[in-house]
């Protein structure tokens, strides 16, 4: 039923003006406009992202939306040219190196934006690298 429908993210920011910097600056995303409803939106990769304003921002602890790359680690290099900070962890069942980890058939690497929505990049493993 909903095969064709378009998709909006929705990212909760408790101040839009840091967090358009952000989106814009240091992820480059063009600014697609304000919606008279406080949301400004982004198309992204087919898809929109919207930020909404929520003062109290957000608890999620999640990663609320996940960029597909061709490359990982230039796009890892890129972001943090730009002032991009990646997480590192190293739990049973998920350890970086390099800021990545290998989830089954993709490679994943997080970072959170100034709101503290945790955003991630991923890049799919070749069939047969997945094994």
Known sequence: MLTHASVTTMLPVIDMARAR???E???GLQPGGLKPDGKF???VGGSTLALFPKPEGTKADHTAISFQVADIAASIAELQRAGVA???YDFPGLKTIDHVCVLGSEKAAWFKDTEGNYLCLH???APDAAR
């Open 25 to 27: 600056g240091s992820l």
């Open 86 to 88: 990646f997480e590192s």
């Open 123 to 125: 890049e799919d493993l």
């Open 41 to 43: 939106v982004y198309a």
């Open 21 to 23: 910097a952000f989106y």
